[in-house]
């Protein structure tokens, strides 16, 4: 939050201050691209009539009240669950309209930063291992590869909602969780089954890859924002490298040999489990990345029509090109969506599990692990990840020129619902 309170003889307007840069410090936690996030700190001050000006940037945001020369900083730390994105919002509806008095959005916005989790830790536990169940269910394991990939998950679940709420070893959590994952799964797959170490190494620790900031990075880079979107980018490069590097070691001290690593598990599940897999995965989300439940039904929905749509385009062009055009218009879907619904699902908490589901970040995740053991069948992906990463740039690009025309048309269709 901003580094100062107001002073018993501050102007409204220097409470104002500190409020933008709380609205900016809480918009850049729920994962908001940094021209989003100004253009919505213009518009709450613009409604309250206040002579504020504010810069944002990827960690950090900075208010000024023009008339009597107070400034607001504020240091991003963490990131929000998604209940608290969808309070946040919330919130910056009601802000837009100037219809809460400035001490009241500050005491909702604190309210907001330090809520405790409204889904119990067992159950969050439990959703983590559904998205585990459901995205071996995407790459079709077998049997055994998937039961060792969800039991695998319920330990690494466990320690990540410790570390959140403890905060310790933070940026360490990635690699070392990507490294234990990948010590036991691989010495089980070489002496147990035949299955493939680095694909299920994957899937435990699927949410550790930054998507969020992947996804933020891509949407500033996309519209013109270089220093933000590429300060972010790198910082999520830092951690998939890092996330590969513990994949890459564990495999290493295990002893595994190039011929013993595979692109594809050996024996599949039957193809109907591909009808099931989104479904769980986005369920499996939705506990545990504490959803509201206005959102439940758009998750799931726009999660699978995002998969089946991949597998259609994948019949007729490069999978890289397909997943681009499905996630765009998922994009798109969440954009139309929180306009349009009552009870305005989130942009990003729609979108963001499918953006894991649909596994851009993980498929280069296993490309940079396979450049790093040498393994050629696997760095061979790095490719296809680097394509399927501009297809995305570009897909969103086209969703966020779009997105405007959208959401203006859906709300002039129901201007008497605005009360």
């Known amino acids: 939050m901003a580094d100062g309170t107001p002073q018993q003889g501050g102007t409204s307007d220097d409470e104002m201050a500190i409020l933008v840069a709380d609205i900016g410090d809480a918009l850049t936690r729920s994962s908001y691209p940094v021209p989003e996030t100004s253009m919505v700190l213009d518009q709450i001050c613009r409604a309250y009539g206040a002579d504020i000006t504010s810069e944002v940037f990827a960690s950090y945001i900075i208010s000024l009240n023009r008339s009597t020369g107070k400034v607001a900083v504020s240091n991003t730390r963490g990131s929000f669950r998604f209940d608290q994105i969808a309070a946040t919002e919330h919130l910056v509806h009601q802000l837009k309209e100037a219809a809460l008095p400035i001490d009241e959005a500050r005491a909702r916005l604190h309210a907001i930063s330090t809520s405790r989790p409204p889904v119990n830790p067992i159950i969050r536990i439990l959703g983590y291992a559904l998205m585990a169940l459901g995205f071996s269910l995407c790459f079709r394991m077998s049997f ?55 694909r299920l190494a994957v899937i435990p620790v699927l949410t550790l890859i930054p998507g969020a900031a992947l996804t933020t990075a891509l949407i500033e880079l996309t519209t013109g924002d270089m220093i933000a979107g590429s300060t972010r980018l790198i910082s999520a490069l830092v951690v998939l490298l890092s996330m ?20 594809l598990t050996i024996t599949q599940a039957p193809s109907w489990v591909l009808w099931v897999a989104a479904p769980i995965f986005a369920v499996g989300a939705i506990l545990y990345f504490c959803t509201p439940r206005a959102a439940w039904a758009a998750t799931v929905l726009v999660g699978f029509g995002t998969f089946w749509l991949t597998q259609l385009l994948q019949q007729a062009i490069n999978p890289a090109f397909a997943g681009g055009l499905a996630l765009g218009a998922a994009l798109l879907v969440c954009w139309a969506l929180n306009a349009h619904v009552r009870n305005n699902p989130g942009v990003l908490v729609v979108f963001l599990p499918t953006f894991w589901l649909m596994v851009p970040g993980s498929m280069g995740f296993v490309a940079l692990s396979g450049d790093i053991t040498q393994d050629r069948e696997l760095g061979g992906l790095g490719g296809n990840a680097a394509l399927s990463l501009l297809s995305m740039a570009i897909c969103m690009m086209i969703a966020s020129v779009l997105a405007p025309a959208v959401t203006r048309s859906l709300y002039r269709k129901k201007p008497a619902d605005a009360r």
């Not at 990635?174 to 994952?181: A, E, K, N």
């Not at 513990?246 to 190039?258: F, K, P």
């Open 244 to 263: 590969a590097f513990g994949l890459a070691l564990a495999i290493d001290i295990v002893g595994v040999t190039q011929q013993e690593l595979r692109d």
């Open 144 to 198: 055994n590869a998937t039961l060792i990939a969800v039991i695998v998950s319920v330990p690494i679940a466990a320690i990540s909602l410790w570390s959140s709420i403890k905060g310790t070893l933070a940026a360490l959590m990635p690699v070392l969780l990507t490294f234990l994952s990948a010590l036991v799964i691989t010495l089980w797959a070489i002496h147990v089954t035949d299955a493939d170490p680095v």
